[in-house]
């Protein structure tokens, strides 16, 4: 039988919002990325957050996918943002050894969505559409 089950993808502006719930197969997290990868590539996109609110155990193999998808997301331009990671995991990771370095951290959906709101690039004066001088 086939996995047909996704997570979903939101875009909200020019962000993308991925919220993980409940625990996570290996073939969800390869088709996680391809999906993502895909949204991006579709254009439109300067930031990706990833909650991980709804993630109570996270193994090494998902580790490592979202720090790729981090890497992967700011080599196509797009900065990402991890959310919402309970206390006892972050633990885990760092007993592991396991670090996400490309990959910002925030403590929950808000605090990412700001934080790629405060790090987006500004207009450069004198090019929004006004006249010159």
């Known amino acids: 039988m086939t996995e047909t089950f996704r997570?979903?993808?939101i875009k909200l502006k020019d962000n993308l919002i991925v919220s993980i719930q409940g625990s996570l197969g290996d073939r969800l997290v390869i088709q996680l990325k391809e999906d993502i990868t895909s949204?991006?590539?579709r254009g439109g996109v300067r930031g990706l957050v990833i909650d991980l609110s709804g993630i109570d155990v996270m193994d090494s193999f998902i580790s490592r996918?979202?720090?790729d998808i981090g890497l992967v997301?700011?080599?196509?331009?797009?900065r990402a943002v991890i959310s919402g990671m309970e206390p006892m995991v972050a633990m885990t990771l760092v007993e592991m050894?396991?670090?996400l370095e490309s990959v910002k951290?925030?403590?929950n959906l808000e605090a990412a969505?700001?934080?790629l709101a405060r790090d987006a690039p500004r207009p450069l004066e004198g090019f929004?559409?006004?006249g010159r001088g």
């Open 97 to 99: 050894g396991m670090g």
């Open 65 to 67: 996918a979202i720090r």
């Open 7 to 9: 997570i979903p993808i």
């Open 113 to 115: 969505l700001d934080m």
């Open 128 to 130: 929004g559409g006004k």
């Open 105 to 107: 951290a925030a403590l």
């Open 39 to 41: 949204a991006i590539e």
């Open 73 to 78: 997301a700011r080599l196509m331009g797009v």
